[in-house]
Structures are given as structure tokens and as C-alpha cells.
């Protein structure tokens, strides 16, 4: 008898650890942005309007899970609907034959903060990125719903994915920045 219960709390146990919990995306409450040098002297913004994201985790906090996110290309929104199209055209992201952005890694503890490691793919082409991430805290709110704070800051070379369009001004600058600075800020509920 007291084999059995032995192995009943072994097993108790196990199923514990490997317990997984699904994180939702709060849209409402969640962005996706980016940032691009335009003519060397300033920088154009946008966000794209359709995303989501789930997080799955295995421990109470957040070392080791997994995030699966996809943004829809052509909800790209710069407040510019002539530069939006052109963003969506073949120059750019070719949103027609490659509608989705994707990431799918996971999220690894450094210290007191969080990098974001995996796979992310733009146009076709997939490449690995590390992203700092901040934990804001985990919370209930006045509904019961527990809910997780995290902000994204990262910066990917648009050209390795192949967006390459680009002018030279004058001054021989580049029109638009190959580099572009990524930033989320995002909102997750645990699902019940």
C-alpha cells in the first residue's frame, strides 16, 4: 500500500511539473509597433492592426514558455494609406504572396528580466532573433482574470528578410533605415 501511494504522489508529481497553462492575447490591450529612419533625419512609425499571440507555460513564471505570434501584413497602418500600400507591395512585403509575420520561440529568463529566442519570419524568410523583454508583474483584476504585463524592445535588418526597396537622397542617405526597431507591449490572460 505504501509502494502505491509512493508511486500515486510520483506520478501526482509529474503531472504537476509538465501542467501546462495557455496565456491569451488582450488585443485591447496590446500593440505591435516598429520604427524606420526615413532620409536619415527622422523616423516614420506605424503598428499593424490585426495580431495574436498565446503563451504557453509549464512553471509560475514565465522561463521556458512558449510564444507563438502571427501579425497580418496587410493590417499595416503608418497613417499614410499611399505609404501603407507601397509597404504592401512586392517592394516591400509583398503582402499578397506572404500575408503573415511569425514568430515561434520561447521566452528565457536572464536575471530579473526575460529575452524573447526563436524563430521569426518576414517575407518568406525565417531567422533566429533575441529580443529584451521587460516583465511588468502579474496581476488579478477586478473581473478574477489573471493577467501578465510584458514589453517587447527589438530590432531586426529589413533587408535580410528581403525588403530591400530603397532611394538614395541627395546627400547620398539612405530614404528608408535598414534597421527597424520593433516594440510590443502586451497583455496576456490566463485562460480558465
Not at 514589453?151 to 547620398?172: C, F, H, I, P, Q
Request: with cysteine; aromatic share 10%; net charge neutral.
Amino acid at each position: 500500500m505504501k509502494k502505491l501511494t509512493l508511486t500515486l504522489m510520483a506520478i501526482a508529481t509529474t503531472v504537476a511539473v509538465f501542467a501546462q497553462t495557455t496565456w491569451n492575447l488582450d488585443k485591447s490591450h496590446s500593440n505591435i509597433g516598429f520604427a524606420v529612419s526615413h532620409m536619415v533625419i527622422s523616423e516614420t512609425e506605424g503598428n499593424f492592426k490585426d495580431f495574436d499571440a498565446t503563451v504557453t507555460t509549464t512553471k509560475d513564471d514565465f522561463n521556458g514558455a512558449k510564444v507563438n505570434f502571427t501579425a497580418d501584413v496587410n493590417t499595416i497602418d503608418t497613417d499614410n494609406e499611399k505609404r501603407d500600400g507601397h509597404l504592401k507591395s512586392d517592394d516591400f512585403f509583398s503582402a499578397q504572396k506572404y500575408p503573415k509575420i511569425v514568430f515561434d520561440g520561447k521566452l528565457v529568463k536572464k536575471g530579473e528580466q526575460y529575452e524573447l529566442v526563436g524563430d521569426f519570419t518576414m517575407k518568406g524568410v525565417t531567422k533566429q532573433v533575441n529580443f529584451p523583454v521587460k516583465y511588468n508583474g502579474t496581476i488579478k483584476d477586478p473581473y478574477g482574470n489573471t493577467r501578465a504585463g510584458f514589453k517587447v524592445n527589438g530590432m531586426v535588418n529589413r533587408t535580410d528578410y528581403g525588403l530591400k526597396w530603397n532611394s538614395l537622397t541627395e546627400a547620398g542617405g539612405m530614404v528608408v533605415g535598414e534597421e527597424v526597431d520593433i516594440t510590443c507591449n502586451v497583455e496576456i490572460i490566463k485562460k480558465g
